[in-house]
């Protein structure tokens, strides 16, 4: 298992940009796809975006193409989220996860990091 570690958030203004990082203890990242989930207050979670094992494939929910980018860095052990043009409906509790490739399901998640947006 992979133990994960977010960090980058802020606060930002409107149309403003930040970077979040996670880092994955282990030797066994590579083996995880990985995801970005974000949580608003008083929201479910919801997904913001994932990476295949190699990442060479990434797939966004509608509201984030075109001004998020997610990647990653194998030798690293690290997942990233690029958020440009940053809007207030942004703020949320950004978590990354990991989703071991004989699975459907993510299995291992981070503790959080807060992302605020001002207008």
């Known amino acids: 298992q992979v133990q994960l570690v977010e960090s980058g958030g802020g606060l930002v203004q409107a149309g403003g940009s930040l970077r979040l990082s996670c880092a994955a203890s282990?030797?066994?990242?590579?083996?995880?796809?990985m995801g970005w989930f974000r949580q608003a207050p008083g929201k479910e979670r919801e997904f913001v975006a994932r990476?295949?094992?190699?990442?060479?494939?990434?797939y966004y929910t509608d509201s984030v193409k075109g001004r998020f980018t997610i990647s990653r860095d194998n030798a690293k052990n690290t997942v990233y989220l690029q958020m440009n043009s940053l809007k207030p409906e942004d703020t949320a509790v950004y978590y990354c996860?990991?989703?071991?490739?004989?699975?459907?399901?993510?299995?291992?998640w981070g503790q959080g990091t807060q992302v605020t947006v001002s207008s």
């Open positions: 282990g030797r066994t990242f590579s083996t995880y796809a």
């Open positions: 996860a990991a989703r071991p490739e004989t699975t459907i399901k993510y299995t291992q």
């Open positions: 990476i295949t094992l190699s990442g060479g494939s990434t």
